[in-house]
């Protein structure tokens, strides 16, 4: 197996490379890359999803800065000019019309643009932003709302619509907005701590120009973890102090200014960029040509206010990947070859939450994790099902995880089997809680203390194991592996099943057949039993059934699974029914006295039965019964039609007369009922 947990996707985006003629741009919102050839009309449109593939002719007006489209693909946005940006309807037919909107002021430079809705878009000048509706069947725009801000440099999330104007001499005074349709707020500005700068020589003072900036937007971006969105800052540290850089995490709220909660430490300096993957902050150096994985849920050093997170592993290089190339040969045909492309390339560039672009190769990949890897790597089981739980599509991995742990040559201790249980079912239970929580009453709107949160929150996990997916894909797979001891099995599962207990989880019926079928075939019955009498296997209406399918092998089955449909005082009828299919007539007269339902039950259901013995002693004791219930419930012992009895009563004229001295010596033998 590869010794690399992170990998580029195996279908890069492939586009028109940058060149002479070529420009390229990245649109975050839409996943587009756009290739412009200078000085001609043609635009060149590439995306994974081919139904926003285009080729699109534009007047030619000058360079392009920068291109869009909005969110539905009916408008592109082209910058051409520091002062405003141009818009064209793209319709069905073709045809391109096109219209140009100024930002204000006669000093204002437009330094970016980015469509928040479907027809909304914010100007980022050098003096704040400018927020825009959009109206293309009237090609023209109006100005919804305005903010003055002298910015420096500006960070945008395409994800959550939220945009950093960075401010002050050095940089580190941030301003956020947050862009809703037809809204903008703007949340309380804060300032990023700075790290402490090393006094500099006085050569390094006359060889370096002055910059008051120490904060750079290279240095900042948005990621969303646990469906909240923070600010991730990249903090070098002096060359002098002899420690690594760090990553410091600001989490974003509404109505309060942003709130160091997180660092994360490197052990190495240089230039760094970042990626979100699966709720993991990737963190790619480039000197050292190694990406290392960070987990804000990761167990870290905590203060009261802020965590101290070290990597989850050490750092390691992406794995190779190759792209395939076609070379022309002599005789006119294409052969295509594999080229290996260069991993942390100076042509990279990185944007959130997971795409890496060469413009140089015209490649764009997504950074995935390879969860397989990372489970040969970390030898820590809970620790392991802890990250694992928090990762999509991670399911299979879990179980197999579980699974492994259970073969001999990778088998875990019991304990430590235990542990995991126990991990799993905190999520099964909180998932269950939620579902049922869910189902009772809809989630509150007060949106008073927001975080600029996604889909989720930040308790949901990603993953829940329960007891089917256990069932199926782990104890039924392993209970015929003849190397794996059953008394380790058994184990293994009245453990589950203890954890289960533990959380209040009803415990499925299959489980206990499991236990039940080892059991068996090793004949075990004297543990079964203990099992059984001590409540380790809880009463149900299905375990009762196996019971009785055991009472062959082993007879006193059917007395305990007699005693466990008692318990169960809701299947009643059951041991009726039991008791009826075992030809146990009197017993089951017993049971209906002692809970009051003789008067409830059918008459023919007994006398059939007991006609059917072959016992003539039976069958009077069973006539005699209900003729008693019917002198009592209507004052006379003869049957009513309804109870459809006749042929019954002629039996029992048959063999007894209408009181003769053979009725008379049958009546003489002891009262079965009493």
């Known amino acids: 197996m590869s010794g690399h947990y992170l990998e580029l996707s195996t ?43 285009a080729y699109i002719r534009v007047p030619e007006t000058g360079p392009v800065l920068s ?176 420690i690594g850089a760090e990553i410091v995490l600001y989490l974003i709220t509404k109505d309060a200014p942003a709130k160091r909660v997180a660092v994360l430490k490197l052990d190495m300096n240089g230039r760094f960029a970042v990626n979100a993957v699966d709720n993991l902050l990737i963190v790619h150096h480039q000197a050292s040509k190694t990406s290392a994985v960070f987990d804000i849920r990761w167990a870290g050093d905590y203060d009261g206010t802020i965590s101290l997170h070290h990597p989850v592993l050490a750092a390691l290089p992406i794995s190779p990947v190759t792209i395939p190339i ?3 040969q002599g005789d006119g045909e294409v052969k295509t070859t594999a080229m290996t492309c260069e991993l942390y390339s100076p042509n990279w560039v990185v944007f959130q939450p997971n795409i890496i672009i060469d413009a140089r190769l015209g490649c764009m990949w997504e ?39 259970l073969v001999p040559g990778r088998q875990s201790s019991l304990s430590v089997i235990a542990r995991v249980f126990d991990t799993l079912n905190v999520v099964y ?24 949160s996604g889909p989720g929150n930040d308790t949901s996990f990603s993953c829940v194991i329960d007891q089917h997916d256990m069932y199926k894909h782990v104890l039924s797979q392993v209970v015929d592996i003849k190397t794996i001891q059953y008394k380790f099995l058994v184990a293994v599962i009245i453990e589950y099943i203890r954890s289960l207990n533990s959380f209040q ?51 006193p089955a059917f007395q305990l699974a007699l005693d ?14 039991v008791l009826l299919s075992k030809n146990q007539l009197i017993p089951a007269l017993r049971f209906l006295r002692s809970n009051s339902r003789e008067d409830s039950v059918p008459a023919r259901l007994f006398l059939e039965a007991a006609a059917n013995s072959a016992d003539n002693t039976l069958f009077f004791t069973v006539f005699k019964f209900f ?35 053979e009725e008379q010596d049958v009546v003489k033998i002891p009262h079965l009922l009493e």
């Open 11 to 53: 279908n890069p985006l492939r586009f028109q490379p940058i060149g002479k003629s070529i420009n390229v741009f990245f649109d975050e919102a839409n996943r587009q890359v756009f290739a412009v050839s200078s000085g001609k009309s043609d635009i060149a449109v590439t995306s994974w999803d081919t139904r926003k593939v």
């Open 67 to 242: 291109i869009k489209f909005s969110l539905d693909r009916k408008v592109l946005a082209i910058q051409r000019s520091s002062q405003h940006v141009d818009f064209v309807n793209l319709g069905k037919s073709g045809d391109a019309a096109a219209y140009s909107q100024q930002c204000k002021g006669k000093t204002t430079e437009v330094r970016s643009f980015h469509w928040t809705n479907v027809n909304e878009i914010i100007f980022v000048t050098n003096q704040g932003v400018e927020f825009y509706q959009v109206f293309p069947e009237k090609r023209s725009l109006k100005l919804l709302r305005s903010f003055s801000v002298s910015v420096n440099w500006f960070v945008f999330s395409s994800i959550k619509n939220v945009l950093l104007l960075s401010t002050s001499a050095s940089g580190n005074v941030i301003c956020p907005f947050h862009f809703r349709p037809q809204q903008v707020t703007r949340m309380p500005k804060f300032e990023i701590d700075l790290p402490a700068l090393a006094k500099p020589s006085k050569a390094e003072k006359s060889a370096t120009p002055a910059n008051p900036l120490r904060l750079l937007d290279r240095d900042v971006t948005l990621a969303l973890l646990y469906g909240q969105l923070y600010i991730v800052v990249v903090r070098n540290q002096a060359r002098t102090a002899g």
């Open 326 to 328: 076609g070379e022309k």
């Open 367 to 405: 950074v995935e994790l390879k969860l397989e890897v990372l489970v040969s790597m970390m030898s820590d089981k809970k620790q392991l099902i802890d990250f694992l739980l928090l990762r999509n599509e991670s399911k299979m991995v879990i179980l197999d995880v579980c699974k492994q742990s």
């Open 429 to 452: 239970k909180d998932h269950l809680k939620q579902a049922s929580a869910a189902g009772k009453s809809s989630k509150s709107s007060d949106e008073k203390r927001m975080s600029i």
């Open 505 to 555: 989880i009803p415990v499925q019926h299959f489980l206990y057949e499991v236990v039940i079928k080892l059991l068996v075939e090793n004949n075990q019955f004297y543990q079964l039993h203990q099992f059984l009498q001590y409540h380790v296997l809880s009463d149900s209406k299905p375990l009762a059934c196996l019971m009785l399918s055991l009472e062959s092998v082993y007879p």
């Open 564 to 577: 466990m449909l008692k318990r169960l005082s809701t299947v009643n009828d059951d041991i009726v029914d």
């Open 627 to 661: 003729e008693e219930r019917n002198v009592r419930l209507r004052r006379k012992p003869e049957f009513a039609p309804s109870d459809n009895c006749d042929q019954y009563v002629a039996l029992f004229n048959s063999l007894f007369g209408d009181g003769t001295k």
